[in-house]
């Protein structure tokens, strides 16, 4: 059974910092994938930021540049580093596995989920 759980979000100023965390366990050591995604209020989801197996990193148009995802394999956890938060990142974020992701907007269903994600929310 796959447990996931996200952490980190708040609510901060345009501009400011946020570092997510997302632990797992019970995934398949063999995914070829993991990433971020993020679900808006209107129900729009967008793939974030990927890292694949062999260290390719891959972002979202919008956030290249500002985002930074990582990995700590001997901790099983999953990072994003957020600068320069926008209101636009406003939404809820969650973190995911499978062989094949895509950053950019997608049909929800495209992205596994586990956990509850983590809520992010920019203001001026």
């Known amino acids: 059974e796959v447990h996931v759980s996200e952490s980190g979000g708040g609510s901060v100023q345009i501009g400011g910092s946020l570092r997510l965390s997302c632990t797992a366990s019970g995934l398949d050591q063999d995914v070829n994938q993991m990433g971020w995604f993020r679900q808006n209020s209107d129900g729009r989801c967008e793939g974030v930021a990927i890292?694949?197996?062999?260290?390719?990193?891959y972002y979202a148009h919008a956030v290249k540049g500002r985002f930074t995802i990582s990995q700590d394999i001997v901790k099983s956890a999953l990072y994003l580093q957020m600068d320069g938060l926008k209101p636009e990142d406003t939404a809820v974020y969650h973190c995911t596995a499978k062989d094949f992701l895509y950053v950019g907007t997608r049909s929800c269903t495209d992205f596994p989920v586990w956990g509850q994600g983590t809520q992010v929310i920019v203001s001026s």
């Open positions: 890292i694949t197996r062999a260290k390719d990193i």
